[in-house]
């Protein structure tokens, strides 16, 4: 029985079929035109101009006046909040004086600098960057001595790569690396007298 079929336009000329053959010497599969010039298509060029995706994902904040700030930082993916169990504190030193206690787990993040429109914690100290430092709580799993994962959200601590530095128990951290921060921690910002201690309440 003879099989119709509709094409949705002119067929093509019996020399237009016929103008690739198969190259046994090209590899099975390959295709070359008729005159035996090769089918590879052109490489296309890299383009390196701007496709607008990295600016749609930096965050900005409108100020008062009518201007942005660009944040320097956002959460990564394994950010949380810590469970209430862990009831952490910032207290704040100034000489032998505590001058504000932060209940750090209110939130995942914490920033902290002089950029008031922006940060969670403000440092008002000259020395400390507008966007100097930033707290933030993670998930992070380990695997205990029986190969289980253990998962636990812990507090950490990244310098923005400020101007004057970020202080660890009287160390400097390294700049755009997260550092774990335990129970009485010292942190200092630039080089404000102020003294950040992290402290979990005493267990019972």
């Not at 990244?158 to 004057?164: G, K």
């Not at 550092?179 to 010292?186: F, Y």
């Amino acid at each position: 029985m003879e099989v119709t079929r509709k094409a949705k336009g002119p067929l093509p000329s019996q020399e237009a079929s016929f103008s690739l053959i198969r190259n046994p010497a090209a590899g099975e599969g390959a295709l070359v035109p008729h005159d035996g010039a090769s089918a590879v298509p052109e490489k296309q060029t890299p383009n390196f101009a701007p496709t607008g995706l990295l600016a749609a994902a930096t965050k900005t904040v409108e100020k008062a006046d009518g201007t942005t700030v660009v944040l320097k930082y956002h959460e990564p993916a394994e950010a949380r909040k810590p469970p209430a169990r862990d009831a952490w504190k910032l207290f704040v030193f100034k000489g032998k004086d505590i001058v504000d206690t932060i209940e750090l787990g209110l939130r995942s993040c914490w920033l902290i600098g002089r950029e008031v429109a922006v940060v969670d914690l403000p440092a008002e100290h000259p020395s400390v960057s507008k966007q100097h430092a930033v707290i933030q709580f993670r998930f992070v799993e380990r695997r205990n001595e029986f190969g289980d994962k253990i998962g636990r959200v812990k507090p950490y601590l990244i310098d923005l790569e400020s101007a004057n530095g970020t202080m660890l128990n009287g160390e400097r951290v390294e700049e755009s690396r997260y550092v774990e921060l335990r129970d009485k921690d010292l942190v200092q910002f630039g080089d404000s007298t102020r003294e950040y201690v992290v402290m979990l309440p005493p267990k019972d």
